[in-house]
């Protein structure tokens, strides 16, 4: 997708500090973070959403991606929360699949 933000920063076109780079998945900060750890990690493929997924490889990926984020930042002991935000009422601003790994404080529930 030539115009979406999250493939350009998947592509290397908007440089970008990766937390994590696998063949698969990319992860980076938040550019306006909710917590004190706010990663974003992404499918280097483009999927508007979790509505759009049809493979079950991605969510392997991602999923596999973002438990390695957490450990590599050494998250595991007090906690984290993932979140994927789906669609207009679900909260979601950028149309390229992403989840969030939110840690670093207590995080309320239930969600805003
Ligand atoms: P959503 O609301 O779609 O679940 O989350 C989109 C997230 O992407 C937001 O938390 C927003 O701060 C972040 N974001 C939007 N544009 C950029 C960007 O260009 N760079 C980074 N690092 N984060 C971005
Ligand atoms: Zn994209």
Redesign the pocket.
């Known amino acids: 997708m030539s115009d979406c933000?999250?493939c350009k920063?998947a592509n290397g076109e908007?440089p970008?500090d990766f937390v994590y780079n696998d063949d698969k998945v990319v992860a980076?900060?938040?550019?306006?973070?909710?917590a004190p750890v706010?990663v974003?990690i992404i499918p280097k493929a483009h999927y508007t959403s979790s509505a759009a997924v049809d493979d079950r490889g991605v969510w392997s990926d991602l999923m596999t991606g973002a438990v390695n984020v957490a450990r590599e930042l050494g998250l595991e002991k007090d906690g984290y929360r993932m979140?994927?935000?789906t669609g207009e009422q679900?909260?979601?601003?950028?149309?390229h699949l992403?989840l969030?790994l939110l840690a670093g404080r207590n995080l309320g529930w239930p969600p805003g």
């Open positions: 933000i999250f920063i908007i970008t980076f900060k938040d550019l306006n973070p909710q706010h974003l979140v994927i935000n679900g909260g979601q601003t950028v149309p992403h969030h």
